[in-house]
Every structure is written in structure tokens, then in C-alpha cells.
């Protein structure tokens, strides 16, 4: 991996197949990116100026957006033990989240959404050692360790405690003092624990109003890890902002949704629950024990309640839960093949959730997401057609040039230059 450390050449794409993420066709064509911003687009080629520009022949390659994950734990380092997340030393934490980072990056995902850290300064961190160019990373909305009630935290080493709205609205203020974008709430339980259910919700309305009220006020959103229908629906009553899993959604729910669609994100993490029941054996979880808990039935009613949520309109992304044992870093593209195979999206559809959502859920829709003039250039090379396979981005050696910022942190090389005229 190189990176340029300035902008000091203009670089012109030419010959990709270009998909936008309007919603439009992919088309062949040109990409002039001047700075760290795209400033033309043009369909065909030898469209635009080539005088002092390194030019990029693409041979017909894929040229995109760079993803989105839209639920990120860098400080889940591919570990079975949970617990010990909590007392793993913070310096060695903190190296293994910038390697996470990295590895986000590395596979094409220049936009990450914080969804708790192991310790409360972790995230903070590390997206300010990225914004300062210390380390290579994607753009990163941070969170500190999520919030969860006496009795409802799914790893107590990992996680933040309060109970009733006072001490609700001290955590959300911890969080603004630490630096954080985010609040993350613990609402429900998790089959894997034995004893903390994903059909349970461990809130009350009280408690989930003090905190998005205290996080709004400050400027901070909240997400909720809800897995149960009450808790999706008392996140949507209470103004939460993006739901995590939303697994046993109800008919009442999916009206809430409806509602607020405009509003709210919901991010399923649905390669939790695909790869514990497939995956977790060789970590001392077998398919049959997986079954037994009840993650196969909560798979279909989380498909089956995902489909709904695509057919009324209601904005869906990929990502999540990676970090854990058999949800390794660098397998973040899984979730797009799920949302093709499972959740009767298209592959189009699937890249416009991993992408225009994107700069959506990052609060930045006119920079971010999309390959226009005045957007920043986050992109990235696929050597491959994810329109016809969208397996290709699990692939880094398929993505043969990353972008972010207008700098490449994966130059595609191949002999490339500045053809001045």
C-alpha cells in the first residue's frame, strides 16, 4: 500500500466503468478528481483535459464509491473472549484498533459508523488519530462503550452501566466529554450469553427519552442495539436514531418505521446471525448449539422482517459485528451478499445502500456516497463487475485502487503517469 501525502497532481480516471450511486446505470467513462474533490464526470472518453494530469487507464475497470459499514467496532480484534476486551491493556487495545482501522480501509470502506468500543476512549482515539493523518483509516463516527441497565449488559467488561434518567443523561454526558459522535444503548439481550435474550428489552421509555434527549441537545445521535420488537418500538417512540438488528420486528414496528423512515437507519448486522450458525464451530459453538439458542429462527425472522422493511421504503445498510471470532476483520463484504442471496436486493440496490446511505448515515449527503462533481474522492478501483458479482469487493486483490480524500492509500501503480500535452 502507498499513500501521496499532498495533492499536488490533478488524476484523471479513464476507461471505468462508472457507477455513480444516483441510482443511474454504471456507464463508461471519465473521472477528474483535483484536490480532494471530484470535479468532473463525463461519460466516453478522452472528454476531458489531460495537461498536467496523471492519467489512469482503467481498462475498463469498475470505478465506485468507497462503502460504508454502517455498525463498526474497531476494538473487537477477532476474539472469542468477550470479557477479556475488558482487560486487555489499553495501549495494546489500542495498536490492534488501529489495525482495524486500516483493514476497514484496505477493503475499500472509506466510511465506518461507530457501534460501541471495548473501552471509553478507544473510538475517540482513534478517529482523531485518522483526521490527523497519523494513521490510515476510514472516516469514522465514534462511540464510546455501550450503556446498558443493571442486570442488561451482554459483556459487563466492555460496558458502561446506568440506571433511570439521571444517571442516563450522566453517561450521555461522559460521552460528550469524551469526544464522542454517538450514544449507544444496550436494550436487549443476545442469545449467545445464555441467560440475556434477543427477544427481551432491559429499558424503560424514561430511560431511553433522558438519553436521546440529553444527546440531541448536545449535538450527539443515538443508536440502540434492539433486537426484541419492544425495543426497536421504544427506540422509535423515544427518538433513536439508528437500530441496530431490529430481529423480531412486529407489524406495529414496521408502521413506527414507516413513520420515521426518513429519520432513521436501521444497520441488522445480518452476518452475526448467518455466521453464528455457520461459522462458530471451530470457536466451541456448533451449529447445533446455535440452533438450540435460537439464532436459526431468529435468522428468518429477521429476513423475513427485513424484506418488509425494504418494501415500504425504510433505509437499510450493511455492516456490523465484525471483529468477533468468526466474524473476522476483512470479511466486512459478506453483509452486501447477504443483502443480495437473503433479502431479494439487487446488487445494484445492495451497492446504493453501501454507498449513498452511506453519506446519509454520515450526515454528509452531498459529499459523500456518490461519484459527482463536488463530492469528495472516496472512491475505489474493482477489478470485476459487482453488478453481475457481488462476491468480487470480498476480494482486496479485486480492488486494485483505493482513494479517500483525493489521496490513494492503494495506488493501482501499472506503470501510471502525468501525460502532460
Not at 445464555?194 to 431511553?208: R, W
Not at 413513520?259 to 446471525?273: Q, R, S, T
Not at 449527503?365 to 453488478?387: H, N, R, S, T
Request: overall charge negative; aromatic content about 6%.
Amino acid at each position: 500500500m502507498t499513500s501521496a501525502p499532498t495533492h499536488n497532481t490533478d488524476t484523471l480516471f479513464t476507461n471505468v466503468q462508472i457507477f455513480d450511486s444516483t441510482g443511474s446505470d454504471s456507464f463508461n467513462g471519465e473521472v477528474l478528481v483535483r484536490g480532494n474533490h471530484i470535479i468532473a464526470v463525463r461519460p466516453g472518453t478522452d472528454e476531458l483535459a489531460r495537461e498536467g494530469v496523471r492519467v489512469i487507464d482503467g481498462g475498463g475497470k469498475f470505478l465506485m464509491s468507497g462503502l460504508c459499514d454502517a455498525h463498526t467496532h474497531f476494538s473487537w480484534v477477532n476474539s472469542a473472549d468477550l470479557p477479556g476486551l475488558g482487560s486487555m491493556g489499553v495501549e495494546e487495545h489500542t495498536l490492534l484498533c488501529a489495525r482495524s482501522a486500516r483493514t476497514y480501509l484496505d477493503y475499500g470502506y472509506t466510511m465506518c459508523v461507530g457501534a460501541a468500543a471495548a473501552k471509553p476512549r478507544l473510538d475517540v482515539v482513534i478517529r482523531n488519530a485518522i483526521n490527523d493523518g497519523q494513521i490510515p483509516g476510514p472516516r469514522y463516527l465514534a462511540n464510546c462503550q455501550e450503556i446498558a441497565v443493571t442486570g442488561g449488559a451482554l459483556v459487563e467488561g466492555i460496558t458502561a452501566f446506568a440506571d433511570g434518567p439521571e444517571e442516563m443523561r450522566k453517561a450521555v454526558r461522559r460521552n460528550v466529554e469524551l469526544g464522542a459522535d454517538l450514544v449507544k444503548l444496550s436494550m436487549s439481550g443476545e442469545e449467545i450469553t445464555g441467560n440475556q435474550h434477543a427477544a427481551d428489552n432491559y429499558f424503560s421509555d424514561e430511560e431511553t427519552l433522558a438519553a436521546t434527549t440529553e444527546a440531541h441537545r448536545r449535538g450527539l445521535r443515538v443508536c440502540s442495539h434492539a433486537r426484541s420488537g419492544d425495543s426497536v418500538k421504544m427506540s422509535l417512540r423515544n427518538g433513536v436514531d439508528i437500530i441496530y438488528h431490529a430481529s423480531f420486528v412486529d407489524e406495529e414496528g414496521l408502521d413506527m418505521l414507516e413513520a420515521k423512515k426518513d429519520e432513521v437507519f436501521v444497520a441488522p448486522g445480518i452476518n452475526w446471525l448467518v455466521a453464528t450458525l455457520h461459522d462458530a464451530a471451530d470457536f466451541g459453538y456448533p451449529p447445533e448449539a446455535a440452533e438450540a439458542a435460537g439464532y436459526k429462527h431468529e435468522l428468518e425472522c429477521a429476513i423475513d422482517g427485513l424484506k418488509k422493511m425494504k418494501a415500504r421504503g425504510i433505509r437499510i445498510l450493511p455492516g456490523g459485528d465484525y471483529g468477533f471470532a468468526w466474524t473476522p476483520h476483512g470479511t466486512y463484504a459478506r453483509d452486501l451478499q447477504h443483502f443480495v442471496e437473503l433479502l431479494d436486493y439487487t446488487p445494484k440496490e445492495a451497492l446504493l445502500s453501501a454507498t449513498a446511505l452511506g453519506g446519509q448515515i454520515m450526515r454528509r449527503p452531498d459529499e459523500l456516497g456518490q461519484i459527482k462533481p463536488g463530492f469528495l474522492a472516496d472512491m475505489i478501483l474493482v477489478d470485476g463487475d459487482p453488478l453481475t458479482d457481488i462476491t468480487v469487493l470480498q476480494d482486496s486483490d479485486r480492488i486494485v485502487a483505493i482513494m479517500k480524500d483525493g489521496v490513494f492509500h492503494k495506488d493501482p501503480g501499472d506503470g501510471a503517469e502525468a501525460h502532460p500535452r
